[in-house]
């Protein structure tokens, strides 16, 4: 089965946590798995104003997502960092062009899931995901979120992301933590999780 991560990352956070559930999803057998970045939308100079040139760069060989990759894949991961509890304006832009899909019922019966990265604990990571779920549900996905038989979310002992929803992390407020050994086997966890779903799901049609 095809699984397909299609995220947006402009610091560099949110890709750490793909990389992670790539690394999952792959340990099932017969998952193919593909990562692409959804289109940016700011100009140059904004992302230099923002000092996001060399995380941009450092993705510059991550091929582009189209809707069209979508409806091609057995089941999707979407990873996004959170703009004021939401969705990033980018990953907003890319699933309103999904229009078409929608009319055809083209993801109807696929697992959908979600990640986020957000600059503080409480900075919006479930209702990011949450507001997120809305559009899958539309294209009657079947979601996916982060089980507690990943024990990971139960413990206390450290800050860190990651809920039933999804797995996420904390970027700080200058972005200098990057995911935590946790949060990545949160997105690996993800990842598996993910795969094993639609491995069962595969070739479900509506009609």
């Not at 289109?39 to 100079?45: G, K, M, Q, S």
Request: aromatic share 8%.
């Amino acid at each position: 089965m095809k699984i397909l991560i299609a995220y947006y990352s402009m610091y560099g956070h949110t890709y750490k946590m793909v990389q992670a559930a790539a690394e999952g999803a792959a340990s099932v057998k017969g998952a193919q798995i593909t990562i692409k970045r959804v289109p940016e939308t700011l100009p140059a100079e904004v992302l230099k104003a923002m000092g996001a040139v060399e995380a941009q760069k450092a993705q510059a060989k991550v091929e582009l997502c189209s809707v069209d990759d979508l409806a091609a894949a057995d089941a999707v991961i979407f990873a996004t960092p959170t703009r004021f509890g939401n969705m990033c304006g980018q990953m907003r832009q890319f699933l309103d062009a999904t229009g078409a899909l929608w009319m055809k019922g083209a993801l109807a019966g696929k697992v959908g899931s979600v990640m986020v990265s957000t600059a503080t604990q409480h900075g919006g990571q479930e209702s990011t995901i949450l507001s997120f779920h809305t559009t899958l549900l539309h294209h009657g996905m079947v979601i996916a979120g982060l089980p507690y038989t990943f024990q990971g979310q139960m413990g206390f002992a450290e800050v860190s992301g990651g809920s039933p929803y999804g797995a996420s992390t904390i970027a700080g407020g200058q972005g200098e933590r990057m995911p935590s050994k946790n949060e990545l086997d949160a997105a690996r966890y993800q990842g598996v999780y993910v795969a094993r779903l639609a491995e069962k799901l595969a070739g479900f049609k509506m009609n």
